[in-house]
């Protein structure tokens, strides 16, 4: 039956069901990864933001919360200039990271 | 050398004082109104950032400390101002003619129970950091299910930061207790997700941030900036915590078979009778007043009063030592100058 | 779950309840809603415990939908309350006891700011004067009509005809307890048993026999909240937040639901059938929804009055299989028989929701 109006979706993250497995392959393959403090240096740095959102804390986050998809839609926009790499306080190897996602979340870029 | 010195409490600041004091030559009294010495310390197993134990830190200071006059479960029972000096009435009834007095009441651990929605007291899964120490000294905490520990969330600035709570007052040290009881637990539980929920994180001393980014690079412990909202328990027992996910603006939960609340400080009821007694006046922010924040932290407004440790505000362990030191080293030259 | 530590709880927040005199105001919706309960009530204070309740027809909204809808001037509200004030002290009363947690809230929030703030207790008191020449006293005591069967819920069990208990199984029946927002959330040492871990709902389940659910959305909003049901654009947030509230309840398999609120018992009774329609979904045993009554109604129930003389036929929720449980006995051909026999028609059976 239609009532003009219908359950709403949650935005709410719920960790029980976040799988963690890739994240930890991840973090076996780049231990740095959890180093980010999520200060926002790489995203304001980063040439292709502006026009496409791509932010690298996000995607960390992203990846950590359940957020395969949106991440590694936003990754496309990458164009792994390094830049990140160069402002990340915490000394992250932003473009080894971006492509260890790549290699470990590699399905889920199709 | 006559003088009477009466230390008010017997945690590590007066400990400390009084070690000082004894090497100086002087006999100190400590006052302490529990059954031990060692405050607080005494019933926490390692400290930051080192892992140092606590217990060698309390027991070489009781064994520097044994030539001080010691009276265990004494209160003061009440002070009468004498002309230039002061008359200590204690609970065992002796009596004490002085005009020196060190205050080194500390603080009292944030009763978490006042943070209804955390549900301390109500939920099974629900202890403070001071609990999970205790259960790291002793094993013994029916809350604490070792056999299934599969994610264990820390709730940072309990009772600190928090106006409705009438504590507005950063405590200081929670933020790298968590970092070290979080690695504690993962150590002991590798296979647990380890969260903590914060606000900010505040790692300001000396090899924090270092212990700090070795929970989360070593230990891959996840902090989530947010404070916890509710905790409610589910059909199996276990908590259900809810925050916000504030970096990326979203609600998050997450179910746990372990929170821990770490509850903050706040100004000691011993102290605040202390202040009754001796008309010692008390700072906005609910701890004891010092003559000045900057210059003189251990001074009291009070000519022969002085402080040492949390009674002025919540202080880490190395920094209540060196106000112990240094008050020490205050009161001799006090001393010598009359 | 330590009892213990709710226990505790509950006794840093006890209020003091008056046993008698007590001036009262009905809701706006609640009998459209849920026609039998505040007859019932005044039938069980006056008629069963013989206590002084006076009620006046004189008496109008507390204006506090208008006023969580946004849509009036926190003067005129107060305007409207000082008039109902006027009433109880003309009436000789000094206790007030309101149907409506919305208007509990809002006579507390209106006391509380009138002590912060004297000077508009002054101007109020002039724009009564200058409206209807009406002069106040503030009540000595605010109550809320539950927080009186809280306080009567011995009495009514030593009366009792019934316990909250299966008959087929000799267990204590699950009841879930769903508190109105504005019982307590703005002013936690108002309502009994405070905010967090209210008691006064949980009260009467104990003393009559049955055994309160803890689950873990037990504090969440039943879904009305106004402004999400009033704006249709909204009403998908409204049904989700009722839809949340089920899930979370679902586990414990609850028998019924108790509701301190207007609002809460509505949205809980009629969202089960959309929930049901839309995502064919049902949370009572044997395609049955789980039956949601206001206290009044349950308190009804455990004395021994006719199911069909409260009126829990215009629930949504068949009430049948949970009386059926109690050992309540009914006539099925009675159900749709209203004062003197008149027959009140038959409603359409739903698709989806099992109902009698």
């Known amino acids: ?110 | 050398m006559k003088e009477n010195i009466v230390i008010i409490g017997g945690g590590i600041a007066g400990l400390e004082a009084a070690c000082q004091l004894l090497d100086l030559g002087y006999k100190p009294i400590i006052i302490e109104k529990s059954d031990h010495l060692g405050g607080h310390v005494a019933d926490w197993n390692c400290l930051f950032p080192d892992m140092t134990p606590a217990g060698d830190i309390v027991s070489a200071l009781i064994s520097k400390a044994a030539d001080a006059n010691i009276f265990l479960n004494t209160e003061i029972s009440f002070v009468n101002k004498l002309q230039d000096s002061y008359n200590i009435m204690l609970s065992n009834g002796i009596s004490i003619i002085t005009r020196i007095m060190l205050v080194t009441t500390g603080f009292s651990v944030f009763d978490a129970s006042k943070k209804e929605e955390y549900g301390y007291g109500v939920y099974d899964q629900v202890i403070t950091n001071k609990d999970l120490e205790h259960w790291f000294n002793t094993g013994d905490d029916r809350r604490v299910n070792d056999s299934a520990m599969n994610a264990i969330g820390f709730v940072h600035c309990v009772g600190s930061r928090d106006e409705k709570a009438r504590n507005s007052q950063c405590s200081k040290v929670c933020c790298i207790t968590a970092v070290k009881q979080a690695i504690e637990m993962k150590q002991k539980f590798p296979e647990a997700m380890v969260y903590c929920f914060y606000m900010d994180l505040r790692m300001f001393g000396k090899k924090y941030e270092d212990f700090y980014i070795s929970a989360q690079r070593d230990y891959g412990i996840r902090f989530i900036r947010g404070r916890v909202s509710e905790v409610s328990e589910n059909i199996d027992g276990r908590v259900i915590v809810k925050a916000e996910d504030t970096l990326s603006g979203k609600p998050v939960k997450v179910t746990l078979d372990l929170l821990v609340l770490m509850a903050g400080m706040v100004c000691s009821q011993d102290s605040t009778k202390v202040a009754n007694m001796i008309k010692l006046p008390l700072d906005s922010d609910g701890f004891l007043k010092s003559a000045d924040n900057v210059a003189d932290i251990i001074d009291s407004p009070k000519e022969g009063i002085f402080y040492a440790g949390a009674c002025t505000g919540p202080k880490t362990v190395p920094e209540t030592l060196a106000e112990a030191r240094a008050a020490a080293l205050k009161i001799h030259l006090y001393i010598m100058k009359k | 779950m330590i009892y213990q530590g709710k226990q505790k709880i509950w006794a840093d927040y006890q209020k003091e309840i008056p046993d008698n005199h007590w001036f009262y105001v009905r809701s706006c919706i609640r009998q459209n809603f849920f026609p039998g309960a505040e007859k019932m009530f005044l039938e069980i204070c006056r008629g069963l415990l013989k206590k002084d309740i006076f009620e006046t027809e004189h008496h109008t909204t507390c204006g506090g939908i208008a006023y969580h809808c946004d849509t009036i001037p926190q003067e005129t509200v107060m305007t409207i309350v000082a008039r109902q004030f006027a009433l109880m002290t003309e009436a000789g009363y000094e206790n007030y006891v309101a149907s409506c947690i919305t208007s509990f809230g809002n006579y507390i929030e209106i006391l509380e700011t009138w002590k912060e703030f004297p000077e508009l207790e002054t101007r109020i008191r002039e724009m009564l004067w200058k409206a209807c020449k009406r002069e106040f006293n503030k009540p000595k005591y605010v109550a809320h009509a539950s927080d009186l069967i809280y306080k009567y819920r011995n009495e009514i069990a030593a009366r009792a005809k019934f316990r909250l208990v299966n008959r087929f199984t000799g267990e204590p029946l699950k009841v879930v307890e769903h508190i109105g927002c504005h019982y307590a959330k703005m002013f936690p040492a108002r309502g009994v048993g405070g905010a967090e871990y209210p008691y006064v709902l949980c009260g009467m389940i104990e003393s009559w026999g049955g055994n309160v659910i803890d689950y873990p959305e037990r504090r969440h909003c039943c879904g009305y909240g106004f402004r999400q049901y009033h704006v249709k654009a909204n009403r998908g947030y409204s049904l989700s937040n009722t839809y949340k509230k089920f899930e979370s309840m679902e586990p414990y398999h609850p028998d019924f639901i108790l509701t301190n609120c207007p609002g809460c018992p509505y949205f809980m009774d009629r969202w089960q059938y959309v929930i049901a329609e839309t995502e064919g979904k049902t949370y009572g045993e044997n395609g049955y929804g789980i039956p949601v009554l206001t206290y009044e109604e349950l308190a009804s129930l455990v004395l021994g009055y006719n199911p069909w003389d409260i009126g829990l036929q215009l629930h949504q929720v068949a009430v049948e299989p949970l009386l059926d449980k109690i050992g309540i006995e009914y006539d099925p051909k009675e159900k749709y028989k209203g004062l003197n026999e008149k027959d009140l028609m038959r409603p359409e059976l739903p698709g989806v929701l099992r109902c009698c």
Do not use: W
């Open chain 1, 1 to 110: 039956m239609d009532f003009g109006f219908k359950l709403s979706p949650s935005s709410a993250i719920n960790l029980d069901k976040v799988d963690t497995e890739k994240f930890a392959e991840l973090h076996r393959a780049e231990p740095d990864v959890y180093k980010c403090m999520a200060c926002g240096s790489c995203t304001s740095t980063c040439p292709a933001n502006r026009f496409s959102g791509m932010s690298v804390r996000k995607v960390i986050l992203g990846l950590q919360r359940g957020k395969e998809k949106e991440v590694i839609a936003m990754m496309k926009n990458c164009m792994l200039c390094g830049k990140c790499s160069m402002v990340c306080p915490r000394g992250i190897n932003t473009r080894h990271l971006i492509l260890s996602i790549c290699r470990i979340y590699g399905e889920d870029m199709k």
